[in-house]
Protein backbone atom coordinates (compact mmCIF):
# COMPACT_ATOMS: atom_id res chain seq x y z
CA UNK A 1 0.00 0.00 0.00
CA UNK A 2 1.06 4.05 -0.33
CA UNK A 3 1.34 5.98 2.33
CA UNK A 4 2.32 9.50 1.73
CA UNK A 5 3.96 12.75 3.60
CA UNK A 6 2.76 16.53 4.05
CA UNK A 7 5.68 17.15 1.63
CA UNK A 8 3.99 15.61 -1.23
CA UNK A 9 6.04 12.42 -1.00
CA UNK A 10 4.33 8.94 -1.80
CA UNK A 11 5.95 5.83 0.10
CA UNK A 12 5.46 2.41 -0.65
CA UNK A 13 6.64 -0.49 1.49
CA UNK A 14 7.33 -4.15 -0.13
CA UNK A 15 9.58 -6.87 2.01
CA UNK A 16 11.41 -4.05 4.17
CA UNK A 17 12.08 -1.66 1.06
CA UNK A 18 10.46 1.44 0.39
CA UNK A 19 10.39 3.23 -3.07
CA UNK A 20 9.61 6.78 -2.40
CA UNK A 21 8.98 9.82 -5.32
CA UNK A 22 6.85 12.75 -5.28
CA UNK A 23 2.88 12.57 -5.96
CA UNK A 24 1.35 13.48 -9.21
CA UNK A 25 -0.29 16.81 -7.37
CA UNK A 26 3.47 17.64 -6.59
CA UNK A 27 5.21 17.41 -10.06
CA UNK A 28 1.69 19.49 -11.13
CA UNK A 29 2.28 22.31 -8.95
CA UNK A 30 6.01 22.00 -9.52
CA UNK A 31 5.64 22.15 -13.62
CA UNK A 32 8.34 20.59 -16.27
CA UNK A 33 11.15 19.46 -13.86
CA UNK A 34 14.69 20.02 -15.92
CA UNK A 35 16.71 17.97 -13.12
CA UNK A 36 17.13 15.70 -10.30
CA UNK A 37 19.59 15.58 -7.78
CA UNK A 38 19.54 11.39 -6.37
CA UNK A 39 21.26 10.77 -3.04
CA UNK A 40 24.08 8.70 -3.39
CA UNK A 41 23.24 4.58 -2.85
CA UNK A 42 24.54 3.61 0.70
CA UNK A 43 23.87 6.40 2.26
CA UNK A 44 22.22 6.32 5.54
CA UNK A 45 19.12 8.75 5.72
CA UNK A 46 17.43 9.80 9.04
CA UNK A 47 13.45 10.98 8.67
CA UNK A 48 13.74 14.35 7.86
CA UNK A 49 16.94 14.24 6.35
CA UNK A 50 17.16 16.61 2.95
CA UNK A 51 18.22 14.06 0.34
CA UNK A 52 17.57 15.22 -2.87
CA UNK A 53 16.28 18.12 -4.97
CA UNK A 54 14.14 18.63 -7.80
CA UNK A 55 14.50 21.13 -10.02
CA UNK A 56 11.90 23.07 -12.30
CA UNK A 57 12.64 25.66 -14.84
CA UNK A 58 11.61 28.28 -12.36
CA UNK A 59 13.33 26.71 -8.76
CA UNK A 60 14.57 23.68 -6.99
CA UNK A 61 12.44 22.01 -4.13
CA UNK A 62 13.81 20.13 -1.25
CA UNK A 63 12.90 16.53 -1.01
CA UNK A 64 13.00 15.20 2.15
CA UNK A 65 13.90 11.57 3.19
CA UNK A 66 10.19 10.10 4.67
CA UNK A 67 11.96 7.28 6.80
CA UNK A 68 15.25 6.86 8.71
CA UNK A 69 17.33 3.83 6.69
CA UNK A 70 19.57 2.83 3.67
CA UNK A 71 19.78 4.56 0.35
CA UNK A 72 19.62 0.82 -1.56
CA UNK A 73 18.78 2.14 -5.22
CA UNK A 74 18.32 5.21 -7.25
CA UNK A 75 16.07 5.82 -10.04
CA UNK A 76 18.79 6.57 -12.70
CA UNK A 77 16.20 7.15 -15.68
CA UNK A 78 15.62 10.47 -13.54
CA UNK A 79 19.44 11.73 -14.80
CA UNK A 80 18.37 11.56 -18.80
CA UNK A 81 15.36 12.37 -18.24
CA UNK A 82 13.91 14.44 -15.48
CA UNK A 83 10.32 15.03 -17.54
CA UNK A 84 10.20 11.66 -16.52
CA UNK A 85 8.61 13.08 -13.15
CA UNK A 86 5.98 14.82 -15.08
CA UNK A 87 4.92 11.83 -17.22
CA UNK A 88 4.12 9.19 -14.40
CA UNK A 89 5.43 11.00 -11.25
CA UNK A 90 4.00 7.44 -9.08
CA UNK A 91 5.51 5.24 -11.38
CA UNK A 92 8.13 4.93 -13.52
CA UNK A 93 9.17 8.47 -11.94
CA UNK A 94 10.13 7.05 -8.54
CA UNK A 95 13.44 9.11 -6.87
CA UNK A 96 15.08 6.16 -4.42
CA UNK A 97 14.29 3.59 -2.48
CA UNK A 98 15.22 3.20 1.38
CA UNK A 99 15.83 -0.18 3.07
CA UNK A 100 14.16 0.61 6.49
CA UNK A 101 14.45 -1.15 10.00
CA UNK A 102 11.09 -0.93 11.60
CA UNK A 103 7.73 -0.34 9.81
CA UNK A 104 6.52 1.60 12.87
CA UNK A 105 7.73 5.38 10.76
CA UNK A 106 5.72 3.84 7.40
CA UNK A 107 2.94 3.19 9.74
CA UNK A 108 2.87 6.62 11.27
CA UNK A 109 2.42 8.05 8.04
CA UNK A 110 -0.82 9.77 6.18
CA UNK A 111 -3.11 7.06 4.17
CA UNK A 112 -4.51 8.00 0.46
CA UNK A 113 -7.38 9.30 2.35
CA UNK A 114 -5.86 11.43 4.09
CA UNK A 115 -3.92 12.66 1.73
CA UNK A 116 -6.46 13.44 -0.95
CA UNK A 117 -8.13 15.68 2.38
CA UNK A 118 -4.65 17.50 2.60
CA UNK A 119 -4.60 18.58 -1.41
CA UNK A 120 -8.32 19.54 -1.37
CA UNK B 1 9.28 18.49 -1.25
CA UNK B 2 8.52 22.22 -0.70
CA UNK B 3 5.52 22.21 -2.97
CA UNK B 4 3.87 25.23 -1.77
CA UNK B 5 6.81 27.32 -1.89
CA UNK B 6 6.36 28.51 -5.41
CA UNK B 7 3.13 29.00 -6.12
CA UNK B 8 0.15 29.50 -4.33
CA UNK B 9 -2.57 26.99 -5.31
CA UNK B 10 -5.39 28.72 -7.36
CA UNK B 11 -8.15 27.90 -5.29
CA UNK B 12 -6.56 28.94 -1.96
CA UNK B 13 -6.17 32.17 -3.06
CA UNK B 14 -8.37 34.95 -1.25
CA UNK B 15 -7.08 37.80 1.20
CA UNK B 16 -3.39 37.36 0.41
CA UNK B 17 -4.30 38.51 -2.91
CA UNK B 18 -6.70 41.00 -1.93
CA UNK B 19 -3.29 43.09 -1.00
CA UNK B 20 -1.61 43.20 -4.88
CA UNK B 21 -2.59 45.21 -7.68
CA UNK B 22 -4.66 43.86 -10.53
CA UNK B 23 -3.77 44.63 -14.32
CA UNK B 24 -6.52 45.28 -16.68
CA UNK B 25 -5.74 41.37 -17.52
CA UNK B 26 -6.38 40.18 -14.55
CA UNK B 27 -9.89 38.31 -14.85
CA UNK B 28 -8.21 36.94 -17.85
CA UNK B 29 -5.22 35.33 -16.68
CA UNK B 30 -7.74 33.72 -13.98
CA UNK B 31 -10.22 33.02 -16.50
CA UNK B 32 -7.45 31.02 -18.67
CA UNK B 33 -6.50 29.13 -15.94
CA UNK B 34 -2.96 30.92 -15.10
CA UNK B 35 -1.13 30.09 -11.58
CA UNK B 36 -1.09 33.91 -10.18
CA UNK B 37 1.91 34.75 -8.21
CA UNK B 38 3.09 37.92 -6.40
CA UNK B 39 5.46 40.17 -8.52
CA UNK B 40 6.45 43.92 -7.95
CA UNK B 41 3.37 44.45 -5.57
CA UNK B 42 1.09 42.83 -8.31
CA UNK B 43 -1.28 39.75 -8.78
CA UNK B 44 0.78 38.65 -11.85
CA UNK B 45 0.75 35.17 -14.43
CA UNK B 46 3.72 33.10 -13.54
CA UNK B 47 2.60 30.46 -15.85
CA UNK B 48 -0.98 29.27 -17.61
CA UNK B 49 -1.51 25.30 -18.05
CA UNK B 50 0.56 24.86 -20.88
CA UNK B 51 3.49 25.56 -18.45
CA UNK B 52 6.80 27.38 -18.31
CA UNK B 53 8.99 25.22 -20.82
CA UNK B 54 6.29 25.21 -23.61
CA UNK B 55 4.81 29.04 -23.37
CA UNK B 56 8.96 29.52 -23.35
CA UNK B 57 9.56 27.57 -26.20
CA UNK B 58 5.98 28.97 -28.21
CA UNK B 59 7.30 32.46 -28.06
CA UNK B 60 10.65 30.93 -29.81
CA UNK B 61 8.74 29.33 -32.69
CA UNK B 62 5.42 31.27 -32.70
CA UNK B 63 3.90 34.05 -30.90
CA UNK B 64 3.97 34.63 -27.38
CA UNK B 65 1.50 37.32 -25.88
CA UNK B 66 2.84 38.78 -22.54
CA UNK B 67 0.62 40.95 -20.00
CA UNK B 68 3.61 43.55 -19.38
CA UNK B 69 0.68 46.02 -17.54
CA UNK B 70 2.78 46.33 -13.87
CA UNK B 71 5.86 48.20 -16.01
CA UNK B 72 5.66 52.00 -15.03
CA UNK B 73 4.84 54.18 -18.22
CA UNK B 74 5.20 57.59 -18.07
CA UNK B 75 6.04 60.59 -19.99
CA UNK B 76 8.24 63.53 -19.83
CA UNK B 77 6.88 66.52 -21.28
CA UNK B 78 8.63 70.09 -21.93
CA UNK B 79 7.98 72.54 -24.64
CA UNK B 80 10.12 70.98 -27.38
CA UNK B 81 12.80 67.76 -27.92
CA UNK B 82 15.81 69.69 -27.07
CA UNK B 83 14.48 70.34 -23.26
CA UNK B 84 12.78 67.41 -22.10
CA UNK B 85 15.37 65.48 -23.94
CA UNK B 86 18.45 67.70 -22.17
CA UNK B 87 16.49 67.14 -18.78
CA UNK B 88 16.61 63.51 -19.21
CA UNK B 89 20.19 63.00 -20.34
CA UNK B 90 21.07 64.72 -16.62
CA UNK B 91 20.66 61.10 -15.34
CA UNK B 92 21.32 58.79 -18.01
CA UNK B 93 24.52 57.98 -20.19
CA UNK B 94 22.74 57.81 -23.31
CA UNK B 95 22.29 60.34 -26.28
CA UNK B 96 18.31 61.27 -25.94
CA UNK B 97 19.05 64.73 -27.10
CA UNK B 98 20.16 62.91 -30.67
CA UNK B 99 17.13 60.72 -30.36
CA UNK B 100 15.27 60.34 -33.81
CA UNK B 101 11.54 60.61 -33.84
CA UNK B 102 9.88 57.59 -32.96
CA UNK B 103 12.84 56.06 -32.09
CA UNK B 104 13.76 54.14 -29.05
CA UNK B 105 16.28 53.93 -26.58
CA UNK B 106 17.52 51.45 -24.43
CA UNK B 107 19.25 53.36 -21.41
CA UNK B 108 19.98 53.70 -17.64
CA UNK B 109 19.49 56.14 -14.59
CA UNK B 110 22.46 56.13 -12.75
CA UNK B 111 22.80 57.69 -9.41
CA UNK B 112 25.82 59.77 -7.91
CA UNK B 113 28.16 56.55 -7.15
CA UNK B 114 27.97 56.03 -10.70
CA UNK B 115 25.13 52.63 -10.12
CA UNK B 116 22.55 51.39 -11.76
CA UNK B 117 19.15 53.10 -10.26
CA UNK B 118 17.11 51.35 -12.73
CA UNK B 119 17.36 50.58 -16.86
CA UNK B 120 14.43 51.90 -19.06
CA UNK B 121 13.22 51.96 -22.85
CA UNK B 122 12.89 55.76 -23.73
CA UNK B 123 10.75 57.13 -27.08
CA UNK B 124 11.04 60.18 -28.45
CA UNK B 125 7.45 60.42 -29.85
CA UNK B 126 7.09 60.05 -33.95
CA UNK B 127 4.52 62.94 -34.59
CA UNK B 128 6.23 66.49 -34.56
CA UNK B 129 3.46 67.91 -32.95
CA UNK B 130 4.05 66.45 -29.88
CA UNK B 131 7.70 66.49 -30.23
CA UNK B 132 8.41 67.44 -26.40
CA UNK B 133 7.17 64.47 -25.09
CA UNK B 134 9.29 61.18 -24.21
CA UNK B 135 8.01 58.26 -23.46
CA UNK B 136 9.30 56.38 -20.68
CA UNK B 137 8.88 52.59 -19.70
CA UNK B 138 10.32 51.38 -16.35
CA UNK B 139 10.54 47.99 -13.97
CA UNK B 140 7.86 47.69 -11.73
CA UNK B 141 10.27 46.54 -8.67
CA UNK B 142 11.76 50.59 -9.72
CA UNK B 143 8.55 52.47 -10.24
CA UNK B 144 8.41 54.58 -7.61
CA UNK B 145 12.09 55.03 -6.93
CA UNK B 146 12.50 56.13 -10.60
CA UNK B 147 9.84 58.31 -10.54
CA UNK B 148 10.84 60.31 -7.33
CA UNK B 149 14.49 60.30 -9.14
CA UNK B 150 13.16 62.43 -12.29
CA UNK B 151 10.97 64.21 -10.31
CA UNK B 152 13.83 65.83 -8.01
CA UNK B 153 15.75 66.26 -11.10
CA UNK B 154 13.90 67.91 -13.41
CA UNK B 155 13.85 71.34 -14.43
CA UNK B 156 10.57 73.69 -13.98
CA UNK B 157 9.51 73.51 -17.58
CA UNK B 158 9.68 69.55 -18.19
CA UNK B 159 6.90 67.63 -15.97
CA UNK B 160 6.81 64.26 -15.70
CA UNK B 161 3.10 62.63 -16.64
CA UNK B 162 2.53 59.29 -14.72
CA UNK B 163 0.38 56.57 -16.62
CA UNK B 164 -2.25 54.59 -15.10
CA UNK B 165 -4.93 54.40 -17.27
CA UNK B 166 -3.20 52.33 -20.10
CA UNK B 167 -2.32 48.35 -20.19
CA UNK B 168 1.05 47.52 -21.38
CA UNK B 169 1.81 43.97 -23.63
CA UNK B 170 4.27 42.18 -25.78
CA UNK B 171 4.04 39.89 -28.76
CA UNK B 172 7.24 38.24 -29.24
CA UNK B 173 8.05 35.60 -31.82
CA UNK B 174 8.68 35.17 -35.50
CA UNK B 175 5.03 35.06 -35.80
CA UNK B 176 4.47 38.14 -34.67
CA UNK B 177 4.95 40.25 -37.24
CA UNK B 178 2.23 38.61 -39.77
CA UNK B 179 -0.58 38.28 -37.03
CA UNK B 180 0.27 42.02 -35.88
CA UNK B 181 -0.39 43.14 -40.00
CA UNK B 182 -3.76 42.00 -39.61
CA UNK B 183 -4.60 44.70 -36.82
CA UNK B 184 -1.95 46.88 -36.99
CA UNK B 185 -0.60 47.51 -40.65
CA UNK B 186 1.67 50.68 -39.41
CA UNK B 187 3.35 48.08 -36.92
CA UNK B 188 4.37 45.91 -39.91
CA UNK B 189 6.55 48.81 -41.40
CA UNK B 190 8.28 49.33 -37.86
CA UNK B 191 12.17 48.35 -38.05
CA UNK B 192 13.63 47.34 -35.01
CA UNK B 193 13.66 49.86 -32.14
CA UNK B 194 11.09 52.16 -33.82
CA UNK B 195 7.70 53.23 -32.31
CA UNK B 196 4.53 55.05 -33.58
CA UNK B 197 1.27 55.99 -32.63
CA UNK B 198 -1.35 53.33 -34.46
CA UNK B 199 -4.59 52.16 -34.66
CA UNK B 200 -5.01 48.22 -33.36
CA UNK B 201 -8.51 47.27 -34.90
CA UNK B 202 -9.50 50.79 -35.18
CA UNK B 203 -8.52 51.26 -30.98
CA UNK B 204 -5.97 53.92 -30.75
CA UNK B 205 -2.77 52.59 -29.50
CA UNK B 206 1.06 52.99 -29.01
CA UNK B 207 3.35 50.08 -30.77
CA UNK B 208 6.98 49.61 -30.52
CA UNK B 209 9.21 46.70 -32.54
CA UNK B 210 10.77 46.18 -29.16
CA UNK B 211 11.02 43.23 -26.29
CA UNK B 212 12.80 41.27 -23.73
CA UNK B 213 12.80 37.58 -25.50
CA UNK B 214 15.63 38.03 -27.79
CA UNK B 215 12.53 37.57 -30.62
CA UNK B 216 11.24 40.13 -33.59
CA UNK B 217 7.80 41.53 -31.70
CA UNK B 218 5.92 44.75 -30.28
CA UNK B 219 5.06 45.92 -27.19
CA UNK B 220 1.71 47.43 -27.41
CA UNK B 221 0.10 50.33 -25.30
CA UNK B 222 -3.74 50.08 -25.13
CA UNK B 223 -6.31 52.33 -23.06
CA UNK B 224 -7.09 49.90 -20.33
CA UNK B 225 -10.47 49.31 -20.51
CA UNK B 226 -9.65 48.17 -24.26
CA UNK B 227 -6.55 45.59 -22.88
CA UNK B 228 -8.70 42.57 -22.57
CA UNK B 229 -10.57 42.58 -26.44
CA UNK B 230 -7.11 43.71 -27.71
CA UNK B 231 -5.71 40.56 -26.00
CA UNK B 232 -7.81 38.06 -26.78
CA UNK B 233 -7.95 39.08 -30.34
CA UNK B 234 -4.64 37.96 -30.32
CA UNK B 235 -4.80 34.66 -28.22
CA UNK B 236 -7.70 33.85 -30.71
CA UNK B 237 -4.48 33.15 -33.34
CA UNK B 238 -3.67 29.90 -33.28
CA UNK B 239 -0.20 30.52 -33.25
CA UNK B 240 -0.55 32.82 -30.14
CA UNK B 241 -0.80 31.89 -26.77
CA UNK B 242 -0.35 33.38 -23.46
CA UNK B 243 2.86 33.52 -22.08
CA UNK B 244 3.69 33.79 -17.85
CA UNK B 245 6.56 35.76 -15.73
CA UNK B 246 8.17 32.39 -15.67
CA UNK B 247 8.96 32.02 -19.38
CA UNK B 248 9.78 35.52 -19.56
CA UNK B 249 12.24 35.09 -17.64
CA UNK B 250 14.09 32.16 -19.20
CA UNK B 251 13.25 33.94 -22.29
CA UNK B 252 15.44 36.88 -21.18
CA UNK B 253 18.15 35.03 -19.53
CA UNK B 254 19.06 33.04 -22.64
CA UNK B 255 19.02 36.49 -24.60
CA UNK B 256 21.76 37.66 -22.38
CA UNK B 257 19.04 40.46 -20.96
CA UNK B 258 19.84 41.71 -17.10
CA UNK B 259 16.80 41.88 -14.66
CA UNK B 260 16.68 44.57 -12.29
CA UNK B 261 17.43 43.77 -8.74
CA UNK B 262 19.21 40.81 -9.66
CA UNK B 263 21.61 41.82 -12.50
CA UNK B 264 21.46 45.70 -12.02
CA UNK B 265 21.06 47.39 -8.58
CA UNK B 266 22.60 50.23 -7.29
CA UNK B 267 26.21 49.43 -6.41
CA UNK B 268 27.09 47.84 -10.18
CA UNK B 269 28.09 50.41 -12.53
CA UNK B 270 27.47 50.14 -16.69
CA UNK B 271 30.48 48.80 -17.33
CA UNK B 272 30.49 46.64 -14.11
CA UNK B 273 27.35 45.12 -15.55
CA UNK B 274 28.53 44.79 -19.39
CA UNK B 275 26.40 47.68 -20.64
CA UNK B 276 29.70 50.31 -21.12
CA UNK B 277 28.04 50.39 -24.92
CA UNK B 278 24.89 52.78 -23.34
CA UNK B 279 27.20 55.29 -22.66
CA UNK B 280 27.14 57.36 -26.17
CA UNK B 281 30.53 58.42 -27.57
CA UNK B 282 29.53 62.15 -27.26
CA UNK B 283 29.20 61.72 -24.04
CA UNK B 284 32.00 60.01 -23.00
CA UNK B 285 33.94 63.35 -23.36
CA UNK B 286 31.21 65.46 -22.11
CA UNK B 287 30.39 63.67 -19.34
CA UNK B 288 27.22 65.33 -17.60
CA UNK B 289 25.83 61.89 -16.31
CA UNK B 290 25.72 60.93 -12.22
CA UNK B 291 28.61 58.94 -11.68
CA UNK B 292 30.73 59.70 -14.97
CA UNK B 293 34.04 60.21 -12.83
CA UNK B 294 34.11 56.45 -11.97
CA UNK B 295 32.14 54.97 -14.83
CA UNK B 296 34.79 56.86 -17.23
CA UNK B 297 37.59 55.80 -15.13
CA UNK B 298 36.04 51.90 -15.50
CA UNK B 299 35.39 52.78 -19.18
CA UNK B 300 39.67 53.13 -19.85
CA UNK B 301 40.99 51.17 -17.12
CA UNK B 302 38.55 48.50 -16.86
CA UNK B 303 35.86 47.34 -13.61
CA UNK B 304 37.45 45.28 -11.27
CA UNK B 305 34.60 42.59 -11.89
CA UNK B 306 32.25 42.14 -14.60
CA UNK B 307 28.73 40.57 -15.71
CA UNK B 308 29.26 37.24 -17.88
CA UNK B 309 27.60 34.70 -19.24
CA UNK B 310 28.37 31.31 -16.93
CA UNK B 311 27.32 27.87 -18.59
CA UNK B 312 27.47 24.46 -15.70
CA UNK B 313 29.11 21.83 -17.71
CA UNK B 314 26.40 19.44 -16.61
CA UNK B 315 22.59 19.31 -16.01
CA UNK B 316 21.76 21.19 -12.40
CA UNK B 317 21.55 24.69 -12.74
CA UNK B 318 23.33 26.99 -10.72
CA UNK B 319 21.07 29.81 -9.37
CA UNK B 320 21.05 33.59 -8.17
CA UNK B 321 23.44 33.55 -5.33
CA UNK B 322 25.58 31.02 -6.36
CA UNK B 323 29.06 31.33 -5.75
CA UNK B 324 31.60 30.79 -8.11
CA UNK B 325 34.98 29.74 -7.57
CA UNK B 326 38.05 29.25 -9.67
CA UNK B 327 40.43 26.25 -10.01
CA UNK B 328 41.67 26.56 -6.62
CA UNK B 329 37.98 26.65 -4.46
CA UNK B 330 38.78 30.58 -4.59
CA UNK B 331 35.35 32.84 -4.72
CA UNK B 332 35.83 34.88 -7.77
CA UNK B 333 32.34 36.14 -8.13
CA UNK B 334 28.26 34.71 -7.99
CA UNK B 335 25.60 33.66 -9.89
CA UNK B 336 22.69 36.63 -10.19
CA UNK B 337 20.50 34.94 -12.14
CA UNK B 338 20.22 31.75 -13.21
CA UNK B 339 18.25 28.89 -14.24
CA UNK B 340 17.28 26.02 -17.12
CA UNK B 341 16.87 27.36 -20.88
CA UNK B 342 14.20 25.43 -22.54
CA UNK B 343 15.91 26.75 -26.07
CA UNK B 344 19.74 25.87 -24.88
CA UNK B 345 17.97 22.57 -23.39
CA UNK B 346 20.68 22.85 -20.06
CA UNK B 347 20.92 25.10 -17.50
CA UNK B 348 22.03 28.27 -18.23
CA UNK B 349 23.50 31.83 -15.81
CA UNK B 350 24.73 35.51 -15.87
CA UNK B 351 26.82 36.71 -12.81
CA UNK B 352 29.75 38.89 -11.87
CA UNK B 353 33.09 37.86 -11.71
CA UNK B 354 36.52 39.30 -11.43
CA UNK B 355 37.43 40.88 -14.63
CA UNK B 356 41.00 39.29 -14.51
CA UNK B 357 38.61 35.81 -15.26
CA UNK B 358 36.37 36.78 -17.11
CA UNK B 359 37.52 35.52 -20.66
CA UNK B 360 34.97 33.32 -22.62
CA UNK B 361 35.43 29.98 -22.33
CA UNK B 362 37.48 30.17 -18.43
CA UNK B 363 36.79 27.36 -16.09
CA UNK B 364 34.74 28.00 -13.18
CA UNK B 365 33.56 26.09 -9.83
CA UNK B 366 30.04 26.73 -9.14
CA UNK B 367 28.93 26.16 -5.50
CA UNK B 368 25.87 24.21 -5.56
CA UNK B 369 24.39 22.38 -2.63
CA UNK B 370 27.50 22.36 -0.66
CA UNK B 371 29.60 20.44 -4.24
CA UNK B 372 32.18 22.38 -6.36
CA UNK B 373 30.58 21.69 -9.79
CA UNK B 374 32.47 22.41 -13.48
CA UNK B 375 31.27 25.14 -15.38
CA UNK B 376 32.81 27.57 -17.67
CA UNK B 377 32.64 32.25 -19.03
CA UNK B 378 29.78 31.77 -21.44
CA UNK B 379 29.15 33.98 -24.61
CA UNK B 380 26.33 36.07 -24.56
CA UNK B 381 23.97 35.61 -25.61
CA UNK B 382 22.70 32.02 -25.33
CA UNK B 383 20.47 32.18 -28.26
CA UNK B 384 21.09 34.56 -31.11
CA UNK B 385 18.76 37.59 -31.42
CA UNK B 386 16.45 37.34 -34.21
CA UNK B 387 15.86 41.10 -34.51
CA UNK B 388 13.85 42.45 -37.68
CA UNK B 389 16.29 45.03 -38.92
Known sequence: MQRYTEDHEYVRLEGGITTVGITNHAQEQLGDVVFVDLPEVGKTVAKGDEIAVVESVKAASEIYAPLSGEIVEVNEALTDNPALVNEDAEGKAWFFKIKIAASAEFEALMDEAAYKQLIT | ?389
Open chain 2, 1 to 389: MTAGRENPNREQRSDAEAEFERTPLYDLHVALGAKMVAFAGYAMPVSYPLGVMQEHLHARNKAGLFDVSHMGQAFLVGPDHETSSTALEALVPGSIVGLGPGRIRYTLLLNQDGGIVDDLMVTRSSSSDDDGRLYLVVNASRKDVDYALLAESLPSDVVLQQVSDRALMALQGPRADAIMRQHCPKAGGLGFMAATSAEFDGIDCHVSRSGYTGEDGFELSIPSKHAERVARTLLDHDDVEAIGLGARDSLRLEAGFCLYGHDLDETTSPIEAALGWTIAKRRRTEGGFPGAERILRELSDGPARVRVGIAPEGRAPAREGTEIVDADGRAIGVVTSGGFGPSVGGPVAMGYVDTVLSEVGTEVGLMVRGKQLPGRVAKLPFVPHRYRR
